[in-house]
Nanobody
């Protein structure tokens, strides 16, 4: 089992920045590819970014490319999402997830463990 806990969400004005963290415990963190998803009210949960086991390879949804940066620190068992130039359309609950594989994946069904989520609200 892997336990995931997100933090760092909050209310920010458009153009601002937030840094989300996902702390993992339970199993060897470096055995897992990781991802960030988000879900806005009334919408499906979608991939935001994903990262392979070592942090050397990443994926970004088109909607966040150039604004968000995913990273991980395996020594600290923690993954991050740096979000810059935030827009109102980035408002959502953000979830981190872990997949029992080394390469990043983008489909939610391929992830095995999920955090409880952290709310990000961007005001215009």
């Amino acid at each position: 089992q892997v336990q995931l806990v997100e933090s760092g969400g909050g209310l920010v004005q458009a153009g601002g920045s937030l840094r989300l963290s996902c702390a993992a415990s339970g199993r060897t963190f470096s055995n897992y590819a990781m991802g960030w998803f988000r879900q806005a009210p009334g919408k499906a949960r979608v991939i935001v970014a994903a990262i392979n086991w070592s942090g050397s390879n990443t994926y970004y949804a088109d909607s966040v490319k150039g604004r968000f940066t995913i990273s991980r620190d395996n020594a600290k068992n923690t993954m991050y999402l740096q979000m810059n130039s935030l827009k109102p359309e980035d408002t959502a609950a953000y979830y981190c997830a872990a997949a029992r594989r080394t390469a990043w994946v983008i489909r939610s069904v391929e992830y095995d463990y999920w955090g409880q989520g952290t709310q990000v609200t961007v005001s215009s």
